[in-house]
Every structure is written in structure tokens, then in C-alpha cells.
């Protein structure tokens, strides 16, 4: 097929905190050194910001290195927090607020703002269009170019494809997009991403990555109910016995509230839903008294990288680098990656700057490991490395103890390595094996059905378009997967994406691709990693106003 192509010096795929951190510092170099640079981001939101998705507690420390000045610019960081809680959940109706010695004082977030990440990266486009960078929303960047083992850009989707493959009237192939250096932040779980580790073998010499599913809502609710600045973390119930993780409660400006749970996907019992889990934590008395007489306007769900330092792969390649949520830099110990995904976004852009201005650009960019390792980023992350394998390994409750000892007697800096070699998706136990859970109907009050709630994510795909989840094999969701698993696709999902429905006598596995939030859950949870996420047509999927 005959493609349009461009050239730039540089192309981001994503326009997420670490692309546009990484675009901002490429732009700033240029203009201090008086050097001409073609800078393009690509971001498959129909919009930037509209597949963001974050908590958010925001750390302003890679900001204040990026933007010095960014009170003056108007970065929409107005709600500092004023007040911390971590609760203990005992059960659904008991909970215990953790004293400071009983928590790591990673958790402590004095200086942090409570924000909307998907606005922040509507400002921080401005300041990166402003310096010169193109944007280029609605453009997902659909397959690698590599000639002679380097990468030598990429090549967005095509527009007007039908569900048959073939083409419709107005049919546009998609572009190439050629540079000197292509940096991927795709987010958690980025599908160029994980095709580059597995062409260049980038996890070789790491533990397996790890995930979990963080929801959101965002909630208007009664002024006597809000306390603008007051950051609230719960452990426990309702995960106590079937899952680890986590619930936040973030008052954020305008009457709002932020409230949402993070189920880690190593969980063994298929019958569990992460979604009805959330909908579980919303009806506890400490979370119901904040959201009663209040109305949910926003929905949505969101796959995290959180293995750590002990899964970090290696990040570039030739041509090519790996940034942010996409290699997983986030800090778990702080539930934290929008930061670190900015810094290493910056660390990239000083390597990528220093080669194309000494003209070694055909060179891969050794110098970022170096650079890397000098970083308050390497540091911060070496510090939390054992946090996450601690709650895998021991338990909520024991690994919470090591973790506080760790961080608050010692720094992150105990003589141990802890790692978690196991992979999620193999972590299911059969269902023969496994109670079933039943879920309480939703009262569509404080609980809601997923339909309910993707409606509220103004998710959109144009239908008639192949379908972007792709099965490996079409006959093992019904020929093993049920048997074995009771085909948790069904309930895995946070968007009803995946059923099975009976058909003239026959079960059929139905996939409903325009529901699809592009969390990610199936592509990692799939027990036969037999789904494959790609991209859909430009601009599919949600359109978050402010999450």
C-alpha cells in the first residue's frame, strides 16, 4: 500500500505526562541551544486528555524541575492537600484510621496537589505547542517501522477500514511517521510497547511485570460534605480475602470527590469482579457518608504498571525508547507514577537532545542508563523496589508492616530483595476450586451496572471497523476457558466488552468491541493470553472530561 510519509527528528507516540514532558524538555534544549528540531506527538484520544486517567495526588517535583514557573502559567493545580487518612477496613461496616507510625510515610502527602491528570496534559500541550511541538490528537500510532533492527518511526491506523477488512468509500491509509528517534509512552500496557520488548527481548533479565485495575469516579456532592484538600487511603475490605489492593477518597475543587479502588491482577479466584469489588467499597459507611445525596458524573477504569524497580525492562533500543507507564516507572510505594513518568520523559529527551546535537543519531542512546542511574528517579524507585512483591508475597497485612519498617526506619534501604516471579495471568485457580461470589443488585444510588457506567465514560467506536480485540484463537474462550476458568472474561471486564450468550441452542462468545474503555485488563488478565489489544480507528474509545 502506498503511504503518505513525514519526517521529523523526533516522534512521541502519546501524549500522556511523559510524552509531553519529553516533547517540552526536547523544545526547551532546542531553543537554549538555537537549534532547529521537528518535534511530533501522535495521542489516539479524540483529544488530549481523553483517555487520561489517574487517582490523581499529584507530586509537583518533576513540574518544578520541567516549569519552574508553572504557578504563572496557570497549571490547574488549585487544591493542595490539607489532610491525610489512611483507614484499615475491617469488614463493611468497621474501619480504623492508621496511625502515622503504622503507615509508610511514602503515603504522607504534605506539598501534593489533588488534580485531574487528563487537564493537566490539556496544559502541559499548550506549553509544548508553544515551544514549537506539533500535536497530532485523533492519530494512534498503529505499528512499528523497524529497518536493519533499528526503529524508524511509526505508522499511524488506517481510517475507513470495514468489520469484513475491506475498504469503505473515503477510505485514508494511515502515515508514516519517520524520525531520527521515537519514543514510546503509551501509558500501562501500550501495545507498541509490548511489541518492541518482545522484537528487541527488552525483559530478558527482569521479574515479570505486574498489574492492577484502578477505577474512577468523579462525584458532585453536598457542600457539607466536601473538605476541599482531604486525601483518604483505605486496605482491606471488601479485598481482605480475594485480592490486594487498595481505596482512595480524594476531595478534590469544585465540590467534588474523587473516589475509586485499585484490585491487583495476580488475584486467583475467577469468579471475582474487579468492578463489583468498587461498587462493594462504595457502600462501606465511611465512603457512603461522603457520596449520600451526591450524583456521579464520571466513569472509568484504567490498567497500572506497577512492578517496580525488579521489572523494569531495559528502555531503549536502537532509534527507540520505552518512557513512563509504558516501561513502569510508577512508584507504588507513593501510588504515584504521574511524576515519574515525567522525569524519565525528561531523562529521554536530554539523552535523545545530546545525540541528535552531536550528531550521533544513528547511535543507540546509550547514554540514558547512565543518566538514569544518576537520577532522583532511579533512587526513588531503587527505595520502593520491595514494596509491591512484600504485599504479593506476604499479604496485605504482613507485607504492610515490612513495608512500613522499610520505608520509615530504613529508607527503602533494608539489605533485601524481594521479587515477585510469578505472572499475573497465570495466578487464576480453576474454577472447581473457587467459591463463587455474588454480587448485591446495584441500588443506582451509590452501586451501578457497568453499562450504566461506560455510558458516563462517552465511550464511542465507529462501528462498522475491524474489531481491535484480537483472539489468538477463536475457539479457546468456550474450549478452555469456560471449562477451566468459567470464562472470567465476563467478569474481569470494567466495561461489559465480553459475554457469553446462548445462540439457537449454542453458547457463543460475544465480544462488544464499542464498549471498550481501553483499560487493558483483558490483555494482561487473559488466563490463555489469547487477547490481543490494538488500536481501533482514530479517536474510538472514551472521552474523559477531567479525569
Not at 525508547?321 to 510505594?333: D, R, S
Amino acid at each position: 500500500m502506498q503511504r503518505e510519509s513525514m519526517e521529523f527528528d523526533v516522534v512521541i507516540v502519546g501524549a500522556g505526562p511523559a510524552g509531553l514532558s519529553c516533547a517540552i524538555r526536547l523544545a526547551q534544549q532546542a531553543k537554549e541551544k538555537q537549534q532547529e528540531l521537528m518535534i511530533c506527538v501522535v495521542e489516539k484520544g479524540s483529544e488530549v486528555g481523553a483517555h487520561i486517567l489517574s487517582g490523581a495526588v499529584f507530586e509537583p517535583r518533576a513540574l518544578n524541575e520541567l516549569l519552574p514557573n508553572w504557578q504563572e502559567l496557570g497549571a490547574p493545580l488549585n487544591t493542595p492537600v490539607t489532610h491525610d487518612q489512611i483507614m484499615l477496613f475491617k469488614n463493611s461496616e468497621k474501619a480504623t484510621e492508621l496511625p502515622s507510625f503504622m503507615v509508610p510515610k511514602t503515603f504522607h502527602n504534605h506539598g501534593n496537589y489533588i488534580t485531574s491528570i487528563g487537564n493537566l496534559c490539556r496544559w502541559l500541550a499548550e506549553q509544548a505547542e508553544a515551544l514549537g511541538v506539533e500535536i497530532f490528537p485523533g492519530f494512534p500510532a498503529a505499528s512499528i517501522i523497524i529497518e536493519e533492527q533499528r526503529v524508524a518511526g511509526v505508522i499511524t491506523g488506517d481510517m475507513g477500514i470495514n468489520s469484513n477488512g475491506e475498504q469503505k468509500p473515503g477510505f485514508e491509509p494511515g502515515m508514516e511517521l519517520r524520525a531520527k528517534y521515537t519514543v514510546f509512552a503509551e501509558g500501562s500496557r501500550g501495545h507498541l510497547g509490548k511489541q518492541l520488548q518482545q522484537e528487541f527481548k527488552l525483559a530478558e533479565d527482569c521479574s515479570p511485570q505486574h498489574y492492577a485495575i484502578g477505577f474512577k469516579e468523579i462525584w458532585d456532592i453536598p457542600a457539607e460534605q466536601h473538605q476541599p484538600g482531604l486525601v483518604v487511603h483505605s486496605t482491606g475490605w471488601p479485598l481482605t480475602d480475594e485480592a490486594t489492593g487498595g481505596g482512595y477518597l480524594y476531595h478534590a475543587e469544585d465540590g467534588q470527590v474523587y473516589v475509586g479502588l485499585i484490585v491487583d491482577l495476580n488475584y486467583k479466584n475467577p469468579y471475582l469482579s474487579p468492578f463489583n469489588e468498587f461498587q462493594r467499597f462504595k457502600t462501606h459507611p465511611k465512603i457512603a457518608a461522603t457520596l449520600k445525596q451526591g450524583k456521579r458524573v464520571s466513569y472509568g477504569a484504567r490498567a497500572i504498571t506497577k512492578g517496580g524497580f525488579h521489572s523494569l525492562p531495559r528502555m531503549t533500543v536502537p532509534g527507540g525508547i520505552l518512557i513512563g507507564c509504558n516501561a513502569g516507572t510508577l512508584n507504588f510505594a507513593k501510588i504515584k507514577g504521574n511524576h515519574t513518568a515525567m522525569k524519565s520523559g525528561m531523562l529521554a529527551a536530554e539523552s535523545i537532545f545530546n545525540a541528535l546535537h552531536n550528531n550521533t543519531a544513528d547511535h543507540e542512546l546509550k547514554d540514558f542508563d547512565a543518566r538514569f542511574k544518576e537520577s532522583w528517579l532511579y533512587d526513588e524507585l531503587y527505595r520502593s523496589r520491595n514494596f509491591g512483591p512484600a504485599v504479593h508475597k506476604f499479604g496485605t497485612y504482613l507485607g504492610g508492616a515490612y513495608n512500613t519498617i522499610d520505608q520509615n526506619w530504613f529508607g527503602g534501604k533494608l539489605p533485601f530483595n524481594i521479587k515477585d516471579q510469578h505472572e499475573d495471568h497465570a495466578q487464576l485457580k480453576l474454577a472447581r476450586e473457587c467459591q463463587v461470589i455474588e454480587y448485591e443488585k446495584p441500588d443506582n444510588k451509590l452501586t451501578f451496572d457497568r453499562l450504566s457506567s461506560v455510558f458516563l465514560s462517552n465511550t464511542n467506536h465507529e462501528e462498522d471497523q475491524p474489531c481491535h480485540l484480537k483472539l489468538k484463537d477463536s475457539s479457546i474462550p468456550l474450549n478452555v476457558n469456560m471449562p477451566k476458568f468459567a470464562e472470567p472474561a465476563q467478569r474481569y471486564c470494567p466495561a461489559g466488552v465480553y459475554e457469553v450468550v446462548e445462540e439457537n441452542g449454542k453458547d457463543v462468545f460475544k465480544i462488544n468491541a464499542q464498549n471498550c474503555i481501553h483499560c487493558k485488563t483483558c490483555d494482561i488478565k487473559d488466563p490463555s493470553q489469547n487477547i490481543t489489544w490494538v488500536t481501533p480507528e482514530g479517536t474510538g474509545g472514551p472521552n474523559y472530561p477531567n479525569m
